[in-house]
């Protein structure tokens, strides 16, 4: 079956760094776009990042030029470099793909940003 299991939150301090991945399983990791998105206690889910297949990448305005997304198709694995991290950029973060087969999340994990 599918899963994916994200890793590397935490509590770091404004203008910090973390480094967030998420090793999918059950399907064809290398064909599908992967998404990381975020919620925050109170707001909606949103989308922070997208890489496609052959590697193109979106992010939110919010995080573009401080995050970076990226995939290692050989260990089925996609990555969310944060960097001049914020206290607006506290979540949890979770990791998507959407199959045939239906709409697909990790358990998400917490990221705290101190100020």
């Known amino acids: 079956q599918v899963q994916l299991v994200e890793s590397g939150g935490g509590l770091v301090q404004a203008g910090g760094s973390l480094r967030l991945s998420c090793a999918a399983s059950g399907f064809t990791f290398r064909s599908y776009v992967m998404s990381w998105y975020r919620q925050a206690p109170g707001n909606k889910r949103e989308l922070v990042a997208t890489i496609a297949s052959g590697g193109t990448t979106n992010y939110a305005d919010s995080v573009n030029g401080r995050f970076t997304i990226s995939r290692d198709n050989a260990k089925n694995t996609v990555y969310l470099q944060m960097n001049s991290l914020k206290p607006e950029d506290t979540a949890v973060y979770y990791c998507?793909?959407?199959?045939?087969?239906?709409?697909?999340w990790g358990q998400g994990t917490q990221v705290t940003v101190s100020s």
């Open positions: 998507n793909v959407k199959l045939f087969t239906g709409n697909y």
